[in-house]
């Protein structure tokens, strides 16, 4: 498996996906024309989604892996290509332009021939394999690696200690099971949610630690993404209120031991509890959002001070790349944690959730 992971990453880098685009293909993009640094745009470039992976600058050469676009347009209809045809989004193809400013800035639009948006042209659908969707296919390759290496030595040597990669994914693995699933849902029910929960905890975790590493095919900003939190939300929205029991149900649409003026002739119980499940999964979504999000933004942040400094003078350009680098290390650090937390705590009160749900009662 790791030979056949060393050929696909090779082969992403030097096949035809692998382009350079030299300085000259756009003035603006000259190393030699002094272009004054815009922090905004530094940070969230490199924390937001794009067509394509960037790797690295040389002498003025952007390298960059280009990703497959797939669109339907009802004008266009079904188009499929690499991202490279964009040039970074200087260039128009099959009448798409990626949007460059304004409230659609990233977005695919169909453009008339001066490049200016055509009103009369809908938003295409966009299913484009983007650099976040590419870092979770990533994500989950990696997890299947790991964990059918982990299952298959159990299944030869079941009664051996574990060795390797075992030593570490172990105690993660009987952490979530027994100090997370196990409590929040039961020891009679808790076998059925353990592979999704599972799952959740290590999509979450690898996400979030792949993240903090910029080097390719890692350094995507996935769990920073509000997208995906938002359908790993959903994914336990459904999980919790479609195993919801008779008594979960009973409690939402008929609360016991409340009085009857408040759910009738105004159902205010009913409602509030209808809000309640809503809510739930939304601060999920919030919360993991905006913690990878800010770890991010504040790394980058102190990176700036370098090239704001250097702005000034190159003395000061220095002594701000030495107090930025050490800040930026505590807060790497800090990432790390923080990497982990949010990981345990969606798994967490998604299983709590889940417990309320399948809850007998008394």
Same mark, same amino acid.
């Given at each position: 498996m790791s ?13 035809d ?5 030299? $300085? *000259? ?6 190393? @030699? =024309?002094k272009?004054?640094? %815009? !922090?905004? +745009? ?25 990703l ?6 009802r ?23 990626i949007i460059?400013?304004? $409230? *659609? ?6 453009? @008339? =021939?001066?490049g200016?948006? %055509? !009103?009369? +042209? ?13 870092g ?11 964990f059918?290496?982990i ?31 196990? $409590? ?26 792949m ?12 769990t ?29 649409l008929?609360t016991p031991h ?6 009738l ?14 809510t739930?999964?939304?601060?999920l ?16 942040g102190?990176?700036?001070l ?13 002594g ?28 967490l ?8 749900a ?5």
């Amino acid at each position: 498996m790791s030979r056949i992971l060393i050929i696909i990453l090779l082969s992403a880098l030097w096949a035809d996906i692998l382009y350079a685009r030299s $300085p *000259e293909d756009n003035p603006a993009d000259n190393p @030699l =024309e002094k272009i004054p640094f %815009d !922090p905004g +745009a530094f940070i969230f470039d490199h924390i937001g989604d794009a067509y394509e992976w960037h790797l690295f600058d040389i002498n003025g050469r952007h390298y960059s892996v280009s990703l497959p676009v797939i669109l339907y347009s009802r004008e266009k209809g079904l188009n499929i290509f690499m991202s490279h045809k964009f040039q970074h989004g200087k260039a128009t193809y099959r009448d798409f332009r990626i949007i460059t400013d304004g $409230p *659609e800035k990233g977005k695919i639009r169909v453009v @008339l =021939e001066d490049g200016t948006v %055509d !009103p009369d +042209a809908a938003r295409p659908v966009d299913i484009s394999i983007t650099k976040n969707v590419a870092g979770m296919f990533f994500a989950a390759f990696v997890m299947m690696f790991i964990f059918l290496v982990i299952g298959k030595r159990y299944q030869r040597n079941p009664n051996l200690p574990p060795r390797g990669i075992q030593s570490l994914f172990e105690p993660l693995i009987l952490f979530v099971v027994d100090d997370i699933v196990k $409590p929040a849902i039961g020891e009679k029910k808790y076998i059925a949610f353990l592979p999704y929960l599972l799952t959740l905890f290590f999509f979450i975790w690898i996400n979030n630690m792949m993240g903090l590493i910029p080097i390719f095919p890692m350094g995507a900003n996935v769990t920073g993404n509000i997208s995906v939190t938002a359908g790993l939300a959903l994914t336990s929205f459904l999980v919790i209120n479609l195993s919801g029991n008779r008594q979960y149900w009973q409690h939402i649409l008929n609360t016991p031991h409340v009085p009857i003026l408040l759910k009738l002739p105004i159902p205010i119980m009913p409602v509030i509890e209808i809000v309640g499940i809503i809510t739930k999964p939304f601060v999920l979504m919030v919360r993991l959002f905006a913690n990878i999000t800010a770890g991010h933004i504040i790394t980058m942040g102190f990176f700036t001070l370098i090239f704001i400094f250097g702005q000034v003078s190159p003395a000061f350009g220095y002594g701000g790349a030495v107090l930025a680098t050490g800040f930026g290390i505590f807060i790497t650090f800090l990432e790390l944690l923080v990497a982990l937390i949010q990981a345990y705590v969606f798994t967490l009160l998604t299983s709590l959730f889940i417990g309320m749900a399948v809850d007998d009662g008394h």
